[in-house]
């Protein structure tokens, strides 16, 4: 798996649309973005993926930059119970059963500030 | 809820002991994995397996081992325990080996 980088944490404040960087430049061409975040020693949560185009669903959007070495997750109006440890991983994704090791980081944590 | 269950929810034992953590998937997921965080740690993958086989290992100690039954239940053993084994331990499943995880409530194990 590609390595990762994010910023070891960021503040939002409450409402206002949370912007989590992350940076993948060793990315391969069949590796998606995956996103988790882990709110206070629960089990990680599965947020959103994606390869090369934008995605949303309910809970962000993902925005890959167009040569894939980069991603913003975006949470667009920030709750207090947002704040959490948001995990940026690239993986191979596909139902296949191969070998998959998964790394999952240090992650950004967001603190959303009332 | 995540369809993933894990239990106990949390173990106290000593030094030396052995235990045993178990883990049921979601109902139609054949991969199984397991990750260790100790405190202020971020998750350590330990080991995956599909379907009943070893697919990945990642920083699993030698005194640990796993396996995946028929029912693909999965169990995490941990022998000659030291303090430093202390630590959340999380189960995840996917539907395949590559595909998004969704992970259990954990087990704290705590060892004195």
């Known amino acids: 798996d590609a390595k990762t980088t994010q910023p070891p944490s960021m503040d939002c404040a409450e409402g206002r649309a949370a912007n989590l960087p992350c940076n993948h430049s060793t990315i391969s061409g069949n590796e998606y973005v995956y996103w988790y975040r882990q709110i206070h020693s629960q089990g990680p949560q599965y947020i959103i993926h994606?390869?090369?185009n934008n995605e949303t669903n309910e809970m962000a959007s993902l925005i890959i930059t167009e040569d894939r070495k980069s991603s913003t997750l975006i949470l667009p109006h920030a709750t207090l119970r947002d704040t959490a440890v948001y995990y940026c991983i690239v993986r191979v994704a596909d139902k296949g059963s191969g070998y998959q090791k998964v790394t999952f980081g240090t992650g950004t944590k967001l603190q959303v500030i009332p | 809820d995540s369809g993933v269950t894990q239990t106990p929810k949390h173990l106290i034992t000593a030094t030396g002991q052995r235990v045993t953590l178990r883990c049921s998937p979601r109902?139609?997921?054949?991969?199984v994995y397991w990750y260790q965080q100790s405190l202020d740690q971020g998750l350590q993958f330990l080991i995956q397996y599909y379907n009943g086989e070893e697919r990945a290992k990642g920083n699993i100690l030698e005194r640990f081992s796993a396996q995946q039954f028929p029912d693909l239940h999965s169990e995490l053993n941990l022998s000659s325990l030291e303090l430093g084994d202390s630590a959340l331990y999380f189960c995840?499943?996917?539907?395949?080996?590559?595909?998004?995880?969704?992970f259990g409530p954990g087990t704290r194990l705590t060892v004195l």
């Open positions: 994606g390869l090369k």
């Open positions: 995840a499943s996917s539907v395949g080996s590559r595909n998004e995880q969704f």
């Open positions: 109902s139609g997921d054949l991969s």
